[in-house]
């Protein structure tokens, strides 16, 4: 009588796991439309204009991969989204989405709004990429002309995925942009793209970032302001300094950097000390310049110290101007001295332009970069 | 094919299936009172009628040349027979000897055993079942005018197979010879490679028809008892008519009848099956049979290779390794593939996601059944091989290769990758012989469970497969041993082969009774 019973038992419960399945349901993959790249931009009639870039696969044995954009307005994002079946019969799979790119219009009035959609959808990804589109259409940039390629959204994905190299801009998913924009001691980053016309061609340029508060758009750096800005958050790995020298451009091979930030705060005064450490090579020179000569080689290192400091003193001027907090500190602050912290945040609100920031760098010049390459 | 006549040399053994009682009830039905008369003719009669429309015994009577009241008849049944023996070693003395007819006729029985017949093994007999059974089984029996009893020479010879190498189970280094159809030859095979009278071999006989011989060999002190004991208990109680192969034993005596993983084992290497015994285990040789079985077996045995054993034990861990993954491959791969392009495609790279999506451009069926299908035919493309003569077989293999790996995907009846994933797992299924019975099986009831659940019904197919391997167990052997704990000597020859000086063990509880495999290093 057990026995029956604790079968029976078991047997309910293994039945019990079939309706435990979630939503996932059986699907051919032909049946589906790939979906690799979304914009976003305000609708004429509706809420929204929702653009997507379709892979479109052809041929059996020679693959021959293409894509196509097309666009639809709807109410909400997923309004727009089911609205898609209607035109193309065969089901969006947004499982595959490498990028959103959201127009700054839309990104001025409120961004959490159009990332619900792709944060909480079960089909969509958490890690994909997003960007601001600035000065022109989203819609146009999934338009633009290719090179080199067949999909904008892979070219975008990999320009990106690309972003140490160049460090003028870094990359930002849907998750990661969503959870900064719950905290208010961040501000949050989105690289910008815009349209590069190219003879009579118009290709994709991902450079500068936008800087969001409140989840609006505040404003916009451009790419070298980008890279001191990730001078401050100990975010370069690689890329270039130009400093001139008499004249001449000297190129600097960025091989190694640590940016060290103390925080302090005394008597309701909060201080952030950041220590930048380069470590670079030279690259290209406009003329020759004698390397062996260590005078000239500390000369070049200190012009190229002046330059950085001047230049992040600058984008923390601009920052404080927006009220942004770019580059973390007041995280920092909070990280390191809960107690202090909150006693000044009960005081009022906490200011970034009350923050105090002491920069020091230090450049190194490790060699002459002739036998150093990338 | 060289034929050779196996002499009546060694046929002793066979004396003692003969006092294996009980098997033999059904003999009672033959018309005659059992016991012998004098009278030549009339004895004679007797087996005339026990034999009657069986024209392949012979009955041929002679008398001495010296003595005319010295009649003799011999029963025997042709092809059974070493006839040249006969002739030379009963007729000939018999008919050319000089010897006086004693008194008695009973003292003539004696005579003719003791001074006439050079034949080494001779008995005298008075009951008529065992004379009609030791004609059966191809021994001569002598019958005497005037006596009431016969004698009974052993004269057992009929055509066999020379050793050959097996067709299964092929080595690049290792012993080539392999068990034939004749239990002598496979016990002499045993005997060759354990030269110790620890050896043991026990006879009985299955088959209420048939008559089978069967053969329990052991190394006493190794072999647990309580494993001979249920081994014997589960032989007595075979009831069955005929013993055909050594498959009917196997599964007679299997512990989990129903469980499509095999829990006896079988070889047809005497090297695998000595090395089997050296760990504990005992074998089965069944006659007629050229696949000796082993008990316990368990699932580590499946991708334990003789050769492993011979080579280097680095490779033979890395080809362990190969066969350990691709017994998993081979049940696993198509039920993946299908679970994940059918329910899960956000895990595939979208690179390949594409290029599936453009294989399956135009294709009809859906991938679940198009996998099913293509699965089916390759069981059946292997399975219409293995019965074809080689060289229909060559056929068979480029309709196979042919029709069903390139045309039907040019003509869009199934896409590139589904042919792709049945040939992985084809071929991985063929790195572990033995276990292809239980993964044919398995392989098909995991894509069902894909096709209808994706990954997780895949994965409640692996957990119930895992929970049945963990519940079973062979002659009270787990069946998982040495596959589940990696403690020192237990993990030494399951996953990997560890080298043969620091193996000191035999394996737990098959090994129990004496575990020390070698001292050298186990002393230091």
């Given amino acids: 009588m057990m026995t029956i019973k604790k079968s029976i038992t078991v047997l309910l419960l293994i039945s019990m796991i079939f309706t435990l399945t979630s939503c996932w349901n059986y699907k051919e993959v032909n049946q ?25 696969v052809k041929g059996n044995a020679d693959v021959n991969v293409s894509s196509e954009v097309m666009s639809i307005e709807g109410d909400t994002l997923l309004d727009a989204v089911r609205r898609f079946n209607s035109i193309t019969g065969k089901r969006a799979y947004w499982a595959h989405i490498r990028v959103v790119i959201v127009c700054e219009d839309i990104a001025s009035e409120d961004l959490s709004r ?6 909480e959808d079960a089909e969509t990804r958490s890690d994909v990429f997003i960007v601001i589109s600035r000065e022109c259409k989203a819609k146009d940039i999934l338009n633009a002309d290719l090179f080199m390629e067949n999909v904008v959204a892979e070219t975008i994905n990999r320009s990106l995925k690309n972003s140490k190299v160049l460090s003028e801009f870094q990359q930002a998913s849907t998750f990661s942009v969503s959870k900064e924009l719950k905290t208010n001691k961040k501000s ?29 758009l505040t404003a916009f750096i451009d790419g070298s302001e980008t890279k001191t800005m990730l001078f401050l958050k100990n975010d370069i790995e690689s890329g270039v300094i130009v400093t001139k020298y008499n004249d001449r451009n000297i190129t600097l091979e960025i091989l190694d950097n640590t940016t060290r930030i103390k925080t302090r705060i005394d008597n309701d005064v909060m201080t952030v000390n950041v220590l930048v450490d380069t470590q670079a090579a030279i690259n290209e020179v406009e003329r020759d310049i004698d390397f062996s000569d260590i005078d000239i080689i500390k000369d070049i290192e200190k012009l ?52 105090n920031v002491d920069i020091s760098v230090k450049v190194r010049i490790l060699n002459s970069g002739e036998v150093s390459k990338l | ?20 009682e009980g098997k033999t009830k059904d003999e009672k039905n033959t018309n005659n009172s059992g016991k012998l008369t004098k009278s030549l003719n009339r004895n004679i009669t007797i087996f005339q009628s026990s034999f009657s429309n069986d024209d392949t015994v012979i009955f041929r009577k002679f008398q001495n040349q010296y003595s005319d009241k010295i009649k003799c008849c011999i029963i025997i049944i042709e092809g059974m027979t070493d006839i040249e023996h006969i002739n030379r070693r009963v007729i000939e003395p018999l008919q050319n000897q000089v010897f006086q007819r004693p008194k008695s006729s009973v003292n003539l029985v004696d005579e003719v055993q003791n001074k006439v017949l050079p034949v080494n093994d001779v008995r005298q007999s008075t009951r008529l079942n065992e004379m009609i059974k030791a004609v059966c089984y191809g021994d001569t029996v002598l019958l005497l005018d005037g006596c009431d009893v016969a004698l009974i020479i052993s004269s057992r010879g009929w055509e066999s197979r020379p050793i050959s190498e097996p067709e299964s189970g092929k080595v690049v280094r290792g012993p080539r010879e392999g068990f034939t159809e004749s239990i002598i030859k496979n016990v002499s095979l045993i005997r060759r490679k354990i030269k110790n009278p620890n050896l043991k071999f026990k006879l009985m006989e299955l088959g209420k028809q048939t008559h089978t011989a069967i053969c329990i060999t052991y190394i006493e002190g190794i072999a647990l008892d309580s494993i001979l004991t249920e081994l014997e208990q589960r032989l007595n109680r075979i009831d069955i008519d005929g013993i055909l192969d ?4 196997q599964e007679l005596i299997q512990d989990e009848p129903l469980s499509p993983f095999p829990t006896v084992g079988s070889s047809e290497r005497p090297d695998v099956v ?21 008990v316990p077996h368990i699932l580590v045995e499946s991708i334990q290779i003789n050769e492993d054993y011979y080579n280097h034990f680095l490779f033979g861990s890395f080809n362990r390794f190969l066969r350990a993954a691709s017994a998993i491959a081979t049940i696993s791969i ?15 790279p979208t690179q390949l996601l594409i290029s599936i999506s453009a294989s399956l451009e135009g294709v009809p069926l859906p991938t679940s059944l198009s996998l099913i299908i293509m699965m089916l035919i390759f069981d059946i493309l292997r399975e219409a091989g293995t019965r074809m003569p080689t060289a229909i077989g060559q056929a068979v293999n480029i309709v196979g290769t042919l029709v069903l790996g390139q045309a039907a995907v040019d003509a869009h009846l199934v896409s590139s990758p589904v042919i792709i994933v049945t040939a992985i797992s084809g071929i991985t299924t063929f790195m572990h012989p033995t276990m292809i019975e239980s993964v044919v099986i398995l392989r098909l009831v995991l894509i069902i469970a894909a096709s209808f659940l994706g990954i997780y019904g895949y994965l409640i197919g692996v957990i119930l497969i895992l929970l049945h391997l963990l519940s079973i167990r062979s002659f009270g052997v787990p069946y998982m041993m040495g596959l589940t704990r990696l403690e020192e000597h237990d993990g030494q020859d399951s996953w990997i082969r560890a080298p043969w000086w620091s193996m000191t063990l035999r394996p737990k509880i098959i090994g129990a009774r004496n575990q020390i495999r070698q001292t050298s290093r186990h002393n230091r």
């Avoid at chain 1, 979304?38 to 892979?55: F, R």
Wanted: aromatic share 10%; glycine share 6%; net charge neutral.
């Fill in chain 1, 32 to 56: 589906l439309n790939i979906v690799v790249g979304a914009a976003i931009d305000k609708g004429e009639s509706n809420n929204y204009m929702l653009t997507v870039e379709l892979i479109h």
């Fill in chain 2, 1 to 20: 094919m060289v034929i050779i006549v196996e002499k009546n040399t060694k046929k002793h053994i066979f004396k003692k299936a003969k006092s294996f």
């Fill in chain 1, 188 to 216: 949050v980053t989105i690289p910008t793209i815009s349209l590069l016309p190219m003879d009579d061609k118009k290709a994709t340029f991902i450079n500068g970032t936008a800087i969001f508060k409140d989840n609006k």
């Fill in chain 2, 246 to 249: 050594s498959g009917y034993v």
């Fill in chain 1, 114 to 119: 159009v990332l619900g959609f792709f944060v």
């Fill in chain 2, 334 to 348: 198509p039920a993946v593939y299908l679970a994940i392009v059918t329910y899960h495609q956000e895990m595939i």
């Fill in chain 1, 304 to 355: 190229s110290e002046i330059q950085l400091v001047e230049s992040m003193e600058g984008v923390i001027d601009k920052a404080k101007h927006y009220g942004t907090d770019i580059f973390g500190f007041t995280q920092k602050l909070y990280e390191n001295h809960p107690k202090k912290f909150r006693q000044i945040e009960n005081l009022g609100e906490v200011e970034f332009r009350n923050i």
């Fill in chain 2, 274 to 294: 000595v090395a089997k015994m050296l760990e504990g285990r005992v074998a089965i040789i069944v006659d007629g049979s050229p696949f000796v079985l082993t």
